[in-house]
């Protein structure tokens, strides 16, 4: 089981890459987040997960929808000092994104056939954050499917984290939740 998270994909942005996540890296049923203790610079962002159904490779985008069977809200954390200092370095940064519960997940799924045009929000504290409607996808999901079957081979229980270019500052002590729409899929505590 892998998360593949693609950035770059909303607004302007037409430079799609995919980046990879280890299944310790989730964090699910809304537990806390705590700080990892090599950062002191956590940021996150919020996306859609897209959970992959059957094993899929090369496939065309018109097949997509067939490999998919839930539409989730994640939430993905990154130490950016940790990034900013492999690259300063030029090494793989992998470590700043790649740590233990660094990737949390709603415990709630919708249907793909359910999933529309929604408001997709992030709040700190109970404030909006971030915010995006899945209208503002560059690309959409049955071709971003498409994409990274090429690059690799997607299993069933795989994860495919769309997510927003731009990223909140974390700190401890601040509650986490995102919403489809009205309806909330997380909601969880920074210690």
């Known amino acids: 089981m892998k998360i593949i998270t693609i950035e770059n994909n909303i607004g302007h942005c037409d430079s799609t890459y995919f980046t990879f996540r280890p299944d310790t890296a989730m964090l699910?049923?809304?537990?806390?987040?705590?700080?990892?203790?090599?950062?002191?610079?956590?940021?996150?962002?919020?996306?859609?997960?897209?959970?992959?159904?059957?094993?899929?490779?090369?496939?065309?985008?018109?097949?997509?929808?067939?490999?998919?069977?839930?539409?989730?809200?994640?939430?993905?954390?990154?130490?950016?000092?940790?990034?900013?200092q492999l690259i300063g370095e030029g090494k793989p940064c992998e470590a700043a994104?790649?740590?233990?519960?660094?990737?949390?997940?709603?415990?709630?799924?919708?249907?793909?056939?359910?999933?529309?045009?929604?408001?997709?929000?992030?709040?700190?504290?109970?404030?909006?954050?971030q915010g995006f409607t899945t209208a503002d996808f560059v690309k959409d999901i049955d071709t971003i499917v498409a994409e990274a079957s090429k690059l690799t081979t997607l299993k069933t229980g795989d994860y495919l984290f769309i997510a927003?270019?731009?990223?909140?500052?974390?700190?401890?002590?601040?509650?986490?939740?995102?919403?489809a729409d009205e309806v909330q899929m997380l909601n969880f505590w920074i210690k």
């Open 28 to 84: 699910r049923n809304n537990d806390n987040f705590y700080l990892p203790h090599f950062s002191n610079d956590i940021v996150c962002g919020c996306g859609i997960i897209v959970r992959i159904s059957r094993i899929v490779k090369h496939i065309e985008s018109r097949f997509a929808p067939r490999c998919y069977d839930a539409i989730g809200v994640g939430v993905a954390f990154v130490a950016r000092d940790v990034k900013a």
């Open 97 to 129: 994104y790649s740590f233990d519960h660094s990737f949390a997940i709603s415990p709630d799924w919708i249907e793909p056939e359910n999933f529309g045009k929604q408001k997709i929000s992030l709040a700190i504290d109970s404030i909006t954050k």
């Open 164 to 179: 927003l270019p731009q990223t909140i500052e974390c700190r401890q002590g601040e509650k986490v939740e995102a919403f």
